[in-house]
T-cell receptor, first 115, second 115 residues
Framework: AQSVTQLDSQVPVFEEAPVELRCNYS??????LFWYVQYPNQGLQLLLK??????LVKGINGFEAEFNKSQTSFHLRKPSVHISDTAEYFC?????????????FGKGTSLLVTP | KAGVTQTPRYLIKTRGQQVTLSCSPI?????VSWYQQTPGQGLQFLFE???????NKGNFPGRFSGRQFSNSRSEMNVSTLELGDSALYLC??????????????FGPGTRLTVL
């Protein structure tokens, strides 16, 4: 069975500082990994995804993530954050399946960017 | 292209009642998934429908059910509501099912409050 652990429930950071949101997963098979962002009173928006190939994945809004198979991690990074990046961030994993499609989400990390 | 729409956006019910939530996927998308989001449990997968068939189901009691129509619109129903059913219910659509790497596009959600 697959599971996702987001190690930090809240991450406060100053504007223009770098940030890393941590995500670890457990799975016995090959996985697909995703980061989603949720702004207040909105649904989820895909930031980036790892399916295969290069372990460094670039997404929207200047975010990137690195897939590390040996450490079973998929940490999200941004070199310089903006106030508008304040939101909830979710890491998710999905396994290849012939019986359907389900994303397994972490508990989320609340990113708070202050001036 | 219009995004995923969910109706209603907010709903207040009392214990013991039943409720029906509606989701219209992005045009051309045939897979619709439902998720429950609560502060305590986070995002949890409910079920996925593809071509009017339930393809996958999460670990929820039988009070939670759904269906999909020929135009891919989907409804989910919760019977005999409990206080713990208060949550944000998110619908997501994707082009295909059975392939875990398909990107899911989320709607804004329906906020259900059970009194």
């Amino acid at each position: 069975a697959q599971s996702v652990t987001q190690l930090d429930s809240q991450v406060p950071v100053f504007e223009e500082a770098p940030v890393e949101l941590r995500c670890n997963y457990s799975s016995s098979v090959s996985v697909y990994l995703f980061w989603y962002v949720q702004y207040p009173n909105q649904g989820l928006q895909l930031l980036l995804k790892y399916l295969s190939g290069s372990t460094l994945v670039k997404g929207i809004n200047g975010f990137e993530a690195e897939f590390n198979k040996s450490q079973t991690s998929f940490h999200l990074r941004k070199p310089s954050v903006h106030i508008s990046d304040t939101a909830e961030y979710f890491c998710a994993v999905s396994e290849e399946s012939n019986s359907g499609y389900a994303l397994n989400f972490g508990k989320g990390t609340s990113l708070l960017v202050t001036p | 292209k219009a995004g995923v729409t969910q109706t209603p956006r907010y709903l207040i019910k009392t214990r013991g009642q039943q409720v029906t939530l509606s989701c219209s996927p992005i045009s051309g998308h045939r897979s619709v998934s439902w998720y429950q989001q609560t502060p305590g449990q986070g995002l949890q997968f409910l079920f996925e429908y593809f071509s009017e068939t339930q393809r996958n189901k999460g670990n929820f009691p039988g009070r939670f059910s759904g269906r999909q129509f020929s135009n891919s619109r989907s409804e989910m129903n919760v019977s005999t509501l409990e206080l713990g059913d208060s949550a944000l219910y998110l619908c997501a659509s994707s082009l295909r099912s059975g392939a875990s790497y398909n990107e899911q596009f989320f709607g804004p959600g329906t906020r259900l409050t059970v009194l």
